[in-house]
Structures are given as C-alpha cells and as structure tokens.
C-alpha cells in the first residue's frame, strides 16, 4: 500500500519557467512533509519542509504548498534551471502508536530542465 | 561539518552470502534510519536507531538487521542474500525525530 504517490515518474520543463511536482498522500495523520532532491550516484539531499499546521512553506526559489482536504502537496521551483535536473522525492511523516515517527517516501519524479 | 559516511560504496556478493554495511552519521545526530532504494520502488523504510536503540522498523524480513553503537554509528546487515536484494542502501542521520534527515550517499549492493 503506497502512502505517498508521485503520479508522474517524469517532468521536462524548459529553462526560466516554472516546474511543479506533485504529491499525494492517503494516510490523514501525516503532520509533516519534506521533498528532497537525488543527482545519481549520490544520496538525497533535502530541498524543504512544511508542517501540517502551514499550508505553504518558501525558501529562495523553492515553495511547498500542503492541501490537507486533498491530501496533496506540491513543490514549485521558480525559475527552473538546469542543474535543478534530478530525482526529487517527497516524504511524509507522523506519530504512529508506538510513538516514534518513520518516513514514508514517494517513488521520485525525475525533473529535466531544457536549456 | 562532514557529511553521513557510507562504506563501502559498492559491494557485490553472490547469493547465500552475508553483508555488512557501515554508516557513520553527522557528528551530533543521534537517529540514524536505513533505507533501500530499489528502480520504481522509492525508498523503502528498513529501520531507524536512535541511542543504541531500534526505534522503528519497516516491512522487511529478519534477513535484514542493524544495529546502533555508542558513537552514533550504524551497522546493517543481511544475511542469506536473495537475487532481489540487489538495490542501493542509504543510510540518514537526524538530530531527532520529524527533523530533516541528511542521507549518506549510499552503497550499491549487487547479488549475483
């Protein structure tokens, strides 16, 4: 059963414009959600966070944006530029009985950015 | 401040066999959670250690173990490897729980 979805395994968007990926998650009792970005051959770095009690989250050129009706979160970059080609993964987490938080992941949309 | 270490980076073993895998987190973090990353899978939870102990564990089978050592490093180990185990491994430290967690750049595991 995948907690968290990411639909499209692939996105190409040219350079200046804006790349969004999406997330979706099915499990209400996630309270925080993270994307992180993958270049091969190295680990995944992490990109930004949001909480669950945010439903938008900005740092430089990267926003999160959370709909907790829809259970979706997005990830805009603006504007995308070609080293922003990887795999980025979101994740999600929550406070499950035994009281210890675990990380579920997406399965990764690879972003390539046209010059 | 360095980075999650891994060792090795790559490893190849035939089935049957055994692995040890070694991860040295970031100076400070205490949690230290394992992945597997398989093509088309994401990445999967194997377990996460905080304070020598296992705090949470995923779907795996008892094939896959670890442990956690007074330094904060972390050890994972498979025993009797299966074809499907093939993947790369990623280890990631955080300071706690629902804290970013910083990865290590993994060790490519290849059964033959």
């Known amino acids: 059963d995948q907690q968290v979805k990411q639909n499209s395994p692939s996105l190409s968007v040219q350079e200046g414009r804006i790349s969004i990926l999406n997330c979706d998650y099915t499990n209400s009792m996630f309270d925080y959600f993270l994307w992180y970005k993958k270049y091969p051959a190295e680990g995944p770095t992490f990109l930004i966070s949001i909480s669950s009690i945010k439903d938008k989250n900005e740092d430089g050129r990267f926003t999160v944006f959370l709909n907790k009706s829809a259970k979706h979160l997005s990830l805009h970059i603006v504007p995308s530029q070609p080293g922003d080609s990887a795999v980025y993964f979101c994740a999600a987490s929550s406070e499950f009985t035994s009281g210890t938080y675990k990380y579920i992941f997406g399965t990764g949309t690879r972003l390539k950015v046209l010059a | 401040k360095a980075g999650v270490t891994q060792t090795p980076r790559y490893l190849i073993k035939t089935r049957g066999q055994q692995v040890t895998l070694s991860c040295s987190p970031i100076?400070?973090?205490?949690?230290v959670s394992w992945y597997q990353q398989t093509p088309g899978q994401g990445l999967q939870f194997l377990f996460e250690y905080f304070s020598e102990t296992q705090r949470n564990k995923g779907n795996f089978p008892g094939r896959f173990s670890g442990r956690q050592f007074s330094n904060s490093r972390s050890e994972m180990n498979v025993s009797t490897l299966e074809l499907g185990d093939s993947a790369l491994y990623l280890c990631a430290s955080s300071l706690d729980e629902n804290q970013p967690q910083h990865f290590g750049d993994g060790t490519r595991l290849s059964i033959l």
């Open positions: 100076s400070g973090h205490r949690s």
